[in-house]
């Protein structure tokens, strides 16, 4: 009985990737499935043939153990030709997966950048407007410091009349004394 069981399940996955090589060809372009075949043999490892040996493209060929291999290539489990369809069938979806993830972390890299961004120019703006406002402050004080030496300052003009005045007076002195004196 487990031998007929293994024989069936080979035969379900057998028949399983027959068809789904049938399906996938009615619904695809030849140019869809030449891509399709080119991807996946550049997943598989490179086959050598032996000299004088034929390229089967693509065979299936069920096999025994014990069996000689009717060609070159590579001998594939049922569940690893499972494992090689699941690969196929999903490598879109997969792509999609990976492409929004890669998005995903690229956009939440760049709203870490903007808003780092942000944050740096409100300080900056901060730090400016606080010297502004240190400098304004300095200004007026120099300014009141200023008007409160200019206001403590006598005045010119009533200096100058002082001193014209004082010397109005001595020369007017000094004018009688001499004619005091000399009379």
Not at 22 to 49: G, I, M, W
Not at 155 to 173: D, E, K, R, S, V
Request: charged share 25%; hydrophobic share 45%.
């Amino acid at each position: 009985m487990n031998v007929n069981f293994k024989k069936i399940i080979s035969t379900i996955i057998l028949t399983t990737f027959s068809l789904s090589n049938v399906a996938l060809a009615q619904n695809t372009t030849e140019a869809d499935q030449a891509a399709a075949t080119k991807s996946v043999k550049d997943a598989l490892p490179p086959v050598e043939l032996q000299p004088g040996e034929r390229d089967p493209g693509m065979a299936i060929s069920p096999m025994k153990r014990g069996q000689r291999a009717p060609f070159t290539g590579i001998l594939l489990s049922p569940s690893a030709a499972a494992d090689v369809i699941v690969e196929f069938e999903t490598f879109e979806e997969k792509l999609h997966i990976e492409v929004m993830r890669a998005m995903a972390e690229e956009q939440a890299a760049c709203d870490k950048k903007l808003k780092d961004a942000e944050a740096r120019s409100t300080a900056d703006k901060e730090v400016l407007q606080a010297n502004l406002d240190s400098k304004k402050k300095e200004v007026e004080a120099y300014r009141v410091e200023l008007k409160n030496i200019n206001d403590s300052q006598p005045n010119p003009y009533l200096w100058a009349g002082l001193g014209i005045a004082g010397g109005i007076a001595i020369t007017l002195l000094s004018v009688f004394a001499v004619t005091q004196v000399t009379k």
